[in-house]
């Protein structure tokens, strides 16, 4: 039973350019949320995904979209890379309905994006 | 902003001893949990806790909860050097969690 993946392992983009970030969530699982997690810091909610439309969202920029495909993978797309961008991207999944609340998430080994 | 902050930030200690982590939030929970992150790579979910319970163990976890206090405590006993790593409480569900910042935990042979 393989668990959440994401792709790519590490990335260098340079300030200006646009990222796709891709995450297949665990079987099973319908929901995807997206954190990113700075160097030294706690992971940070960026917006979660369901039935293809993102149901949450934290205080991030419209920069930060992101999109759910029919077998539940997900992509988060940033645009116009800020330095700061640069931190670690993590996708989570938990199976949706009020089993669990979605309390406990699953997450994928991450994505570390460079801004140079 | 976090809802959760961890203390100490790091702690360094020997095989064998026992770790002790704090985790302090600022809202009312539901729940409270406690993740471990190795080599700043993936979340591993440790253990949940409700807030209608004070204690619970898994293994060589211990986790306490204080709703009173809005603090909780992770207790790692006869620590192995498997157990660096960073550790995190998290509020929240729904699949939107609010981390603190982690404690930085060193376990030398």
């Known amino acids: 039973d393989a668990g959440v993946t994401q792709s790519p392992t590490h990335l260098i983009k340079t300030r200006g350019q646009q990222v796709t970030l891709r995450c297949s969530p665990k079987s099973g699982h319908d929901t995807v949320s997206w954190y990113q997690q700075a160097l030294g810091q706690g992971p940070q909610f960026i917006f979660q995904y369901y039935e293809e439309e993102e149901r949450q969202r934290g205080n991030f920029p419209d920069r930060f979209s992101g999109h759910q495909f029919p077998n539940y993978s997900s992509e988060l797309n940033v645009n116009a890379l800020l330095l700061g961008d640069s931190a670690l991207y993590l996708c989570a999944s938990a199976p949706s309905g009020l089993a669990g609340a979605q309390e406990t998430q699953y997450f994928g080994p991450g994505t570390r994006l460079l801004v140079l | 902003s976090q809802q959760g902050e961890e203390d100490p930030q790091a702690l360094s200690i020997q095989e064998g001893e026992n770790a002790t982590m704090n985790c302090s939030y600022k809202?009312?929970?539901?729940?409270l949990q406690w993740y471990r992150q190795n080599s700043g790579r993936g979340l591993v979910h440790l253990i949940l806790i409700r807030s209608n319970e004070r204690e619970k163990h898994s293994g060589r976890l211990r986790v306490t909860l204080d709703t009173s206090k809005k603090s909780s405590s992770l207790l790692i006993t006869a620590s192995r050097a498997a157990d660096t790593a960073s550790y995190f409480c998290a509020t929240g569900g729904w699949g939107k969690l609010q981390f603190g910042a982690g404690t930085q935990v060193v376990v030398t042979p």
């Open positions: 809202t009312s929970i539901n729940n």
